[in-house]
């Protein structure tokens, strides 16, 4: 099959689910920086980065140990409840330093993965608490639709009208209700990760579920599946199902680690060897075959002949320095969606 084949050869099912941790921001920032030079804080720097050391350094010996766990830390803050005033100014910096962060100019690796993804079937859904994927969302919006968006932790750039449940920038009024829409919560303890008791998160997580239930592809992007997060892993489970149930989709995997301690991290999730493991997103599916994953893998795994199997895909160029050149490329695949959806009414 030729590039031009996978371009033209589209499916109006197959619904493929990105999951993003923060391993996702991490690489988009060593590939194109912040746009203010800011850098993007991980769990194990976050003290230093976001600059609570002036804190943490008051606290007694047994909170200054976690420093370089963050999560772990902000747990005993909130669990032993001896330090409100400390916890407030955590808080407060740490959404007032995400809140500062800002996509560069050039293309990021956000904006090949919104890009990647269609809007009548797909979704994003991310941990992450910074501004990357909301913006990338916002500027390639102005191109074409963009996939679904989901914050499974809140965001920087989001807010909440609770008089309807309707999700808004953050700290603006809702146009209906004339309501705020308020603030996200970014941070809980480890150990009380309770996705149902926020009606935002739990907004959040349901539509996830829902997605999960029927996706063919899933691409788990930088997120190591903690220990520590077990009822975002129990939601995760439960929503995919039990795994001998889910023979004929594929699980994908993006991650610096090693290969097996990935595979066995996200072991519950992988039916056989119904997996792809890769260290760079421009060696994923969505790199590889971008807005086409789900027709990529149907051909690979059950091909009407040896010959119609997309080896070589349509990989999209990594090398663009303007967000008008990546549109132009991806141009030929959306007006082909647009011809086969116009067709099929």
């Known amino acids: 099959m030729t590039t031009q084949d996978e371009i033209e050869k589209v499916h109006a099912s197959g619904t493929h689910v990105l999951l993003l941790g923060a391993g996702a921001s991490f690489a988009s920032t060593l590939k194109n920086p912040e746009k203010n030079g800011k850098n993007l804080p ?9 600059g609570l050391n002036g804190i943490v350094d008051q606290l007694p010996d047994d909170y200054k140990v976690l420093k370089q766990d963050f999560e772990k830390l ?7 409840g001896k330090f409100h005033e400390e916890k407030e100014v955590i808080e407060q910096a740490v959404y007032s330093y995400f809140e500062q962060l800002d996509l560069p100019d050039e293309p990021t690796i956000y904006d ?24 990338a969302y916002l500027r ?26 309707i999700v808004g920038p953050a700290g603006m009024y809702s146009k209906k209700t004339e309501q705020l829409f308020e603030p996200t919560q970014l941070l809980y303890p480890v150990d009380k990760k309770d996705y149902n008791t926020d009606p935002y998160i739990k907004g959040q ?9 029927i996706a063919e592809r899933v691409t788990v992007f ?10 975002a892993i129990d939601l995760l489970s439960k929503a995919w199902g039990n795994v001998e149930d889910r023979a004929m989709e594929e699980f994908e995997l993006i991650d610096i680690r090693e290969e097996d301690d990935v595979r066995n991290a996200w072991d519950r999730f992988i039916h056989s ?6 260290t760079d997103y421009f060696k994923s599916s969505l790199a590889l075959h971008p807005r086409r994953m789900v027709e990529s893998y149907r051909h690979w795994a059950m091909p009407l002949s040896p010959g119609e199997m997309f080896q070589d895909g349509n990989k999209v160029p990594e ?15 959306i007006k082909a969606e647009e011809e086969f959806y116009n067709n099929a009414e």
């Open 205 to 213: 997580w349901d539509s996830l579920a829902s997605q999960l239930k």
């Open 222 to 231: 930088g997120y190591s599946a903690p220990v520590s997060d077990v009822e």
């Open 319 to 333: 090398n663009f320095q303007t967000l008008e050149e990546l549109w132009e490329w991806h141009l030929p695949l």
């Open 112 to 135: 090949y993965m919104i890009l990647a993804l269609r809007s009548r079937k797909d979704i994003i859904a991310t941990f992450n608490w910074d501004p990357f994927l909301y913006k």
């Open 273 to 278: 060897h119904h997996y792809h493991y890769c």
């Open 140 to 165: 390639n919006g102005k191109f074409t639709k963009s996939p679904g968006i989901l914050f499974l932790h809140g965001c920087v750039s989001l807010g909440f009208d609770k008089s309807n449940g």
């Open 74 to 80: 902000y747990s005993k803050i909130s669990d032993e």
């Open 42 to 50: 991980l769990m194990w720097n976050i003290v230093d980065i976001v």
